[in-house]
T-cell receptor
Framework: DQQVKQNSPSLSVQEGRISILNCDYTNSMFDYFLWYKKYPAEGPTFLISISSIKDKNEDGRFTVFLNKSAKHLSLHIVPSQPGDSAVYFC?????????????FGKGTKLSVIP | DTGVSQNPRHKITKRGQNVTFRCDPISEHNRLYWYRQTLGQGPEFLTYFQNEAQLEKSRLLSDRFSAERPKGSFSTLEIQRTEQGDSAMYLCAGGDFYEQYFGPGTRLTVT
């Protein structure tokens, strides 16, 4: 059973507009969340993270929102650029259980159209 | 560039052969992780080391798989008697807090 779900396999956005990528989780032990970006034939690149004690974290064009009661998080990219086109993975950690085992979703492929 | 390097980048082997991959994290990374990624899936955790101690192992890590980090620096992942189902991208990551920084991966193809 998938504990981290990214229900949209793909997303297309016009350059300059906002991209919103969504992620849901089922395991209530997850308390630290990360987003990664992956280009073909490369390893995932860390983008931004958020602890469950926060509901928002911002880094430049990237903002992650966490809704603990809904077990939902989202990544906002504003403004979107063609170089943002990649597969985005949501990942979660149960740090309170002393585990460093990241559980990933299946990813969402973002295409930013010039 | 995360500074994490993996060798080789690609490996083609015949079923039944043994293969070994190497990962070199940066010196600041006291934790080292191995993941496996197949097409259309996110990376799946295999194992992790804190310095030279192997602290977590996934049930995906069958007895044909063994990982070592002998001096708390580089790590090796060996697969014995490879099977076609072992074909995947093997990813190594390093870190010293919760964030994990991935290398470029080793693409394994078992024919």
């Amino acid at each position: 059973d998938q504990q981290v779900k990214q229900n949209s396999p793909s997303l297309s956005v016009q350059e300059g507009r906002i991209s919103i990528l969504n992620c849901d989780y089922t395991n209530s032990m997850f308390d630290y969340f990360l987003w990664y970006k992956k280009y073909p034939a490369e390893g995932p690149t860390f983008l931004i993270s958020i602890s469950s004690i926060k509901d928002k974290n911002e880094d430049g064009r990237f903002t992650v929102f966490l809704n603990k009661s809904a077990k939902h998080l989202s990544l906002h990219i504003v403004p979107s650029q063609p170089g943002d086109s990649a597969v985005y993975f949501c990942a979660a950690l149960p740090t309170g259980a002393g585990s460093y085992q990241l559980t990933f979703g299946k990813g969402t492929k973002l295409s930013v159209i010039p | 560039d995360t500074g994490v390097s993996q060798n080789p980048r690609h490996k083609i082997t015949k079923r039944g052969q043994n293969v070994t991959f190497r990962c070199d994290p940066i010196s600041e990374h006291n934790r080292l992780y191995w993941y496996r990624q197949t097409l259309g899936q996110g990376p799946e955790f295999l194992t992790y080391f804190q310095n030279e101690a192997q602290l977590e192992k996934s049930r995906l890590l069958s007895d044909r798989f063994s990982a070592e980090r002998p001096k708390g620096s580089f790590s090796t992942l060996e697969i014995q008697r490879t099977e076609q189902g072992d074909s995947a991208m093997y990813l190594c990551a390093g870190g010293d807090f919760y964030e994990q920084y991935f290398g470029p991966g080793t693409r394994l193809t078992v024919t």
